[in-house]
């Protein structure tokens, strides 16, 4: 019997090394004994996290302005015609009039990240007042302005004042 192994010299993984407070130290550590996980992987999750994070946030960011951008420049370029043309739909929230939770029971793309969204995960489907069809979000694209009206936002001073 032979065997054949491949060998990569270059290691997937780098050392990071980095200061961090004394109290923070203190609080990664005993957030890995709790979990029962090395510190460094701990750390690693935390920082993989909050890129994903970042990156997202800077996504959605980007897509809302330039759907907003665009919806000024066709305002401005707007000029009146005898023969009024059905509103074409660039921006994929261009005449959404509400936007409806679901649940999904087969795979899907979030129309402004394009994400995957694995059936059996929530989603919402952003409904358009010209008759066009409707496009699914993930939760995390939901605009800000339907998150809170949805209640996925609310600050925790509102929730305590309404249960006074």
């Not at 995390?140 to 998150?147: Q, T």
């Amino acid at each position: 019997m032979c065997y054949i192994f491949f060998v990569s010299d270059e290691k997937k993984e780098k050392v990071l090394h980095t200061r961090v407070p004394a109290v923070l130290e203190r609080e990664l550590k005993d957030l890995a004994k709790n979990l029962r996980l090395p510190v460094s992987r701990v750390v690693r999750t935390i920082l993989e996290d909050a890129v994903t994070t970042v990156d997202r946030i800077g996504k959605r960011a980007n897509t809302e302005l330039t759907g907003v951008a665009s919806l000024f420049a066709e305002e401005g370029a707007a000029s009146p015609s005898p023969s009024p043309s059905p509103p074409s739909v660039s921006h994929p929230l261009k005449n959404v009039i509400g936007y409806q939770a679901l649940r999904l029971v087969r795979d899907g793309e979030c129309a402004l990240s394009g994400e995957r969204l694995p059936r059996g995960s929530d989603a919402y489907l952003a409904i358009r007042s010209d008759g066009a069809p409707g496009v699914l979000l993930s939760p995390d694209c939901l605009p800000m302005s339907a998150r809170q009206a949805l209640g996925l936002d609310t600050p925790t001073s509102q929730n305590t004042k309404e249960e006074e």
